[in-house]
């Protein structure tokens, strides 16, 4: 019996997207790997069509005091910031999605976007669990043990969290953020 690596009609598979090159190199690295020979991109094929349900999750302007100058006078946003920073999300959230459905358009695979608003950690987690999601895939920054401490890793919440097995996919060697190092004498 031959091992497959295709996704199963009826398998569903979530890739979490944002406007980072490592969330498209793990869209793409799913949809090259998981949906080889699947039926949406086999001409004729009568059997229900794989298809990736592509996740967006966009943090909440939070509406809080800005303190300014030394004397301690606050700053309130107003509404009409608040509309203007939520319809910039708004555009920035289509702009992403869209992105990605051509992604999967371009490798003849069939997708659904999901746009979600709160803590990206939590909301995909929760996505995974209410669409019963098998499997999530996820892109990784490759912070160090140090930077992820302080700044988070959803990749890392979500191995943890998700309702369902997570693959997170690193990008390839040497293509990540170059960093000079010299040395003074």
């Known amino acids: ?6 996704v199963q009609t009826k398998t569903r598979v979530m ?6 090159d490592w969330s498209s190199y793990a869209l793409t690295w799913a949809l090259d790997h998981l949906f080889i020979n699947a039926p949406s991109t086999v001409e004729g094929s009568e059997a229900e069509a794989a298809m990736v349900t592509l996740v967006h999750v966009t943090q909440p302007f939070q509406h809080i005091v800005y303190p300014l100058g030394p004397a301690g006078a606050t700053y309130y946003v107003s509404a009409s910031v608040m509309e203007s920073v939520k319809k910039a999300q708004d555009e920035s959230s289509a ?8 992604i999967c358009k371009d490798r003849m695979v069939k997708a659904e976007a999901v746009h979600l608003t709160g803590d990206p950690k939590d909301m995909i987690c929760q996505a995974t669990e209410k669409m019963h999601v098998d499997l999530l895939v996820v892109g990784s920054r490759g912070l160090g043990m140090v930077k992820r401490a302080f700044l988070g890793s959803v990749s890392n919440y979500c191995a943890h969290h998700a309702a369902c097995p997570v693959m997170i996919v690193k990008p390839p060697r040497g293509s990540g953020p170059k960093v000079s190092v010299s040395s003074s004498k």
């Open 95 to 102: 702009a992403i999605l869209s992105r990605a459905l051509q």
């Open 1 to 6: 019996m031959e091992a497959s690596t295709t």
């Open 15 to 20: 890739v979490a997207v944002d406007e980072s």
